[in-house]
């Protein structure tokens, strides 16, 4: 099964998460097949939330499950109006 869940990097304190596509099998900072977004938890509101929603979307379409966690950053989160 494809996951679609955080991976960490960053330094001792300083948390940063990377938004990757991995096979649920892998290490949570191990392998992973493409990144797609990233996560700063200690940034501004609505300022620390990065992610590709094509390449989300591609991956949702061939089958890969999101985290608990993802799926609450991208309700917290919504993709922004498309400009007209």
């Not at 494809?2 to 596509?21: A, D, E, H, N």
């Not at 990065?50 to 061939?62: F, K, M, P, S, T």
């Not at 609450?72 to 498309?82: D, E, K, M, S």
Request: net charge positive.
């Amino acid at each position: 099964m494809i996951k679609v869940r955080l991976s960490r990097f960053g330094s001792k304190k300083t948390p940063l998460y990377r938004i990757v596509v991995a096979d649920h099998r892998s290490k949570r900072d191990g392998r992973h097949l493409e990144m797609i977004g990233t996560y700063n938890p200690r940034a501004e509101a609505g300022k620390g939330f990065l992610v590709d929603r094509i390449r989300l979307a591609h991956w949702q379409g061939v089958g890969a499950q999101l985290s608990e966690e993802v799926t609450n950053l991208l309700r917290r989160n919504p993709a922004p109006a498309a400009a007209a």
